[in-house]
C-alpha cells in the first residue's frame, strides 16, 4: 500500500496541548474528593499480632479507616494473572496483608479523610504490632532457603523450567574451548515522572461507577471491578487519562488501591482519590530485572559458539502475580539474533521478601541480551579476537528466516524470528558510529538484540468521519508518552485520503471503545495500529459504496483524496467526504460545506429502503485485530565512552 503519512515525520499531535502544561491527569481531577493514604509495613518479613486503629478513627476529618478485617474481599488473594504449568507454588498478595507482611511497603491498612495531610496525621496512630521473621532479600540467599518466604512453598521455588535444543552435553564435550561465567543484573524501579494514582465516583441512583486510573489496561481494570463488585460491564466507566510514564508497573492487576479507592467511594458515597508518593514507589510498585545467570559456553577457534547452557534464578519478590511471563522471556530471548546450534536454558524463580515483581522496560530482555554480549566478549578476550567479530561469525544470516529458535514464548508459541538483516544492521550501527577517537582510554561498546513485538490477543479500533469532514477514532489502550495519536492518526489518514490534522484519536477511555488489553511489551503500534487500520478500510470501502450511488460509478474507480471522494482520472467528478458522511444516514441534515446536496431531499437515491439488510446508518466502522504470533524487531547500539583515568 502506498502511504503518505504512515512513518513520515510530522509534528505530534499531543505536543501543543501537553507542552503547554494543558494535560489532565488523575491527580489533577478534583471535585471534592476525599483523600487517602495507606498504612504500610516497615518490615521486610513479620507476623502481624494485632491493629488497632481506634485512635486514628477518632482523628477530626476522618472518613473511614479500613483493615482486611473491614472488607468483603478482605480475605482474597489478588488475582494470578498467567498462570502457567510449571508455576506450582504461585502466590499472590491480598488487599490489605492481615497475618503476615511479606515485604517492606505491603499495605496493612486504609485511611480515608477530608485531605492527604489528615489522612496521613491519622495513619500515623493506627497500631500495628509486628513479630519480625527471617528476612530473605536476594535470589542467591532464596536458592540457599535457609528461611522461607512463604511456609508452603519448599526452597523458596515457584516456578522451575528447563528447555533444550540440540544435545548441550555432547557439544560442550567435544568443543575445542569452554568457558564458564557467572553474570549478575540487579533489580531496577520504574520511577515515572507520574506516580500512581486513581480517583473513583460512585453514582447510587444508576448504580454506576467511573474509575480515573493511572493505568496501562483500563478495559481489564474495567473487567475486573464489575466482577468484583457485582456490576454489569457497562456500568463501570474506567478511563485513563493522560499518563505521564508507565513503562510496564502500571499495567498490575489489580493493585490494592485500583480496588479500595472505588470500594471507598460506592460505601462513602463520594468521589475518593489516592495518589503516590515517591516513598511508595520505591517500596510498593513492582519492580523488575534481578536475575543471576551461570553460563557455560564452548566455542571453536574462530569464536563460533558450539553450545551454550545457561542455568539463571530469578528475583520474583514476595508473590507472583505475573506468574513466570520474566523468566519465560529472558530464557526465550539469551540467544539474541545469534545462532546458537544447541541451546539448554534452565531457570528457577524464586521468592524473596523484596518488593512483588512484574513486566518494566524490556520485561526479561535486558537481562537476556546482557547474558549474551558479556558472553561474546568473554570468547573474543579468550581468544584474542575483534569483538565485532565475534559477533559477526554467529550472526543469523538474512536468508535463514524464518528462523526457529525452538524455545517457549510468552504468547504460548515458540519463539520463530519472522524476518532481519542482522549483518547489514551491525554494519549500519557501526557506520554510523565512525572512527574511533584518538587518545587514551577509549573503550568501545556493541550490543545486538532482538525483541519480541506485537503480542497477541487482540486489540480494537472504532473509526468514525463526521458531516464536518473530520475523522474521530478510538482504541482501548492508553497511552503514556508513546505518542500513539499521532501514529495511529497517520494510518487512518492515509486510509480515508484526510490530513493527519483532521484526524482526532481517543485511547484508553471504556467509554469510547470499551474492549482491548493493554499499552505493554512494545505492541500499541502492531496491535491498536492493525486494528485502525482494520476500521478505517471498512469505512473507506462503506464510503466508496455509498458515493458510488451519488456519483453513478463503480465504487472500484473511486479514490479518497484529499477529504474528498473522487473518480480515478476525473477530480472535477467527486463528492467531501463529509457529505458522505450526511448521506450515510437516512435522516440527512447538514449545514455547508458542500453537504447541502446529500439531505434527504436530494434528487439522486438509490430504490429500495434507505437502510438495506446488514447495513447500518454513519460513516463508521469497527474493527479488530488478533496477531497470529509476535512479531521480532531488532537493534543495534554502539558508543564509544572515554574514561579520565584521574577520575
Keep these: 500500500m502506498t502511504t503518505r503519512w504512515f512513518g513520515a515525520p510530522v509534528q505530534r499531535l499531543e505536543d501543543e496541548r501537553l507542552l503547554r502544561g494543558k494535560g489532565r491527569y488523575t491527580d489533577d481531577i478534583g471535585e ?60 499472590t498478595q491480598r488487599c490489605l496483608a492481615s497475618d503476615v507482611v511479606r515485604y517492606a511497603g505491603e499495605a496493612v491498612a486504609f485511611v480515608i479523610a477530608e485531605s492527604r495531610y489528615v489522612a496521613e496525621d491519622a495513619a500515623e496512630l493506627v497500631q500495628v504490632e509486628y513479630e519480625p521473621l527471617p528476612v530473605v ?40 574451548h569452554r568457558k564458564r561465567l557467572r553474570l549478575r543484573y540487579e533489580r531496577g524501579a520504574a520511577s515515572p515522572m507520574e506516580g500512581r494514582a486513581v480517583w473513583a465516583r460512585w453514582s447510587g441512583d444508576e448504580r454506576k461507577l467511573t474509575v480515573y486510573d493511572s493505568t496501562q489496561s483500563p478495559t481489564s481494570i474495567r473487567g475486573g471491578l464489575a466482577v468484583l463488585f457485582g456490576l454489569s460491564e457497562s456500568n463501570v466507566e474506567v478511563i485513563a487519562p493522560d499518563v505521564g510514564g508507565g513503562f510496564g508497573p502500571k499495567i498490575m492487576l489489580f493493585y490494592p488501591d485500583e480496588l479500595l479507592v472505588p470500594y471507598a467511594a460506592m460505601q462513602l458515597g463520594r468521589p ?9 514507589h520505591f517500596t510498593a510498585v513492582n519492580q523488575e530485572r534481578g536475575q543471576v545467570h551461570v553460563v557455560d559456553v564452548g566455542f571453536d577457534a574462530d569464536g563460533r559458539v558450539l553450545a551454550l547452557s545457561d542455568d539463571f534464578i530469578h528475583d520474583g519478590g514476595a508473590y ?66 575483534d569483538r565485532v567479530e565475534v559477533r559477526r561469525r554467529n550472526l543469523i544470516q538474512a536468508n535463514e528466516f524464518p528462523y526457529d529458535v525452538g524455545v517457549a514464548w510468552q504468547d504460548g508459541n515458540t519463539v520463530v524470528y519472522d524476518s532481519g538483516d542482522y549483518p547489514q544492521l551491525l554494519d549500519r550501527a ?54 500513539h495519536a499521532t501514529v495511529w492518526a497517520q494510518v487512518v ?15 484508553g477511555d471504556t467509554r469510547r471503545f470499551p474492549w482491548g488489553v493493554g499499552t505493554f511489551a512494545s505492541r500499541g503500534a502492531v496491535t491498536a495500529g492493525n486494528a485502525m487500520h482494520v476500521a478505517a478500510r471498512m469505512v473507506a470501502g462503506k464510503a466508496k459504496a455509498i458515493a458510488a450511488d451519488h456519483l453513478e460509478a463503480n465504487p472500484d474507480d473511486l479514490e479518497l483524496v484529499d477529504g474528498r471522494i473522487r473518480v480515478k482520472g476525473s477530480p472535477d467528478r467527486g463528492i467531501p467526504l463529509g457529505a458522505v458522511a450526511v448521506l450515510s444516514n437516512p435522516v440527512r441534515y ?20 434507505p437502510l438495506q439488510d446488514g447495513e447500518q446508518p454513519g460513516l463508521e466502522a469497527t474493527g479488530y485485530y488478533s496477531p497470529p504470533g509476535s512479531t521480532w524487531a531488532s537493534g543495534c547500539h554502539a558508543a564509544y565512552v572515554r574514561v579520565d583515568p584521574k577520575t
Design 590 to 609: 447538514a449545514f455547508g460545506g458542500g453537504t447541502e446536496a446529500a439531505t434527504q431531499f436530494a434528487a439522486k437515491a438509490r430504490p429500495g429502503p
Design 137 to 176: 532479600i536476594t535470589p542467591e540467599a532464596a536458592a540457599r532457603a535457609e528461611h522461607l518466604v512463604h511456609a508452603d512453598v519448599p526452597g523458596n521455588v515457584a516456578a522451575e523450567m528447563l528447555q533444550e535444543v540440540g544435545d548441550v552435553e555432547a557439544a560442550l564435550a567435544g568443543a575445542p
Design 493 to 507: 489518514a492515509d486510509e480515508l485520503g484526510v490530513d493527519v490534522k483532521d484526524v482526532e484519536v481517543t485511547s
Design 272 to 280: 475518593v482519590k489516592w495518589t503516590e508518593d515517591r516513598q511508595e
Design 320 to 385: 507472583t502475580p505475573y506468574g513466570i511471563i520474566l523468566p519465560i522471556i529472558s530464557a526465550a530471548q539469551v540467544p539474541g539474533p545469534y545462532r546458537i546450534p544447541n541451546y539448554r536454558v534452565r531457570f528457577r524463580d524464586l521468592y524473596t521478601n523484596a518488593t512483588p515483581t512484574s513486566p518494566y522496560r524490556g520485561a526479561g530482555r535486558p537481562h537476556a541480551c546482557f547474558v549474551m554480549e558479556r558472553t561474546l566478549d568473554a570468547i573474543a578476550q579468550e581468544l584474542k579476537l
Design 430 to 483: 557501526l557506520k554510523l558510529l565512525g572512527p574511533k577517537p584518538t587518545g587514551d582510554g577509549v573503550g568501545m561498546g556493541v550490543a545486538i538484540y532482538v525483541e519480541g513485538t506485537g503480542v497477541g490477543p487482540y486489540e480494537g479500533a472504532h473509526v468514525q468521519v463526521l458531516v464536518s469532514g473530520k475523522v474521530v477514532a478510538a482504541t482501548g489502550i492508553p497511552s503514556q508518552g508513546q505518542a
Design 32 to 91: 471534592g474528593a476525599l483523600e487517602c493514604c495507606f498504612v504500610r509495613s516497615p518490615h521486610a518479613h513479620a507476623r502481624i499480632t494485632s491493629i488497632d486503629a481506634s485512635a486514628a478513627r477518632a482523628v477530626p476529618g476522618v472518613a473511614a479507616i479500613y483493615t482486611a478485617a473491614d472488607l468483603p474481599f478482605g480475605g482474597l488473594d489478588l488475582p494470578l494473572l498467567i498462570p502457567h504449568p510449571n508455576l506450582t507454588h504461585g502466590r
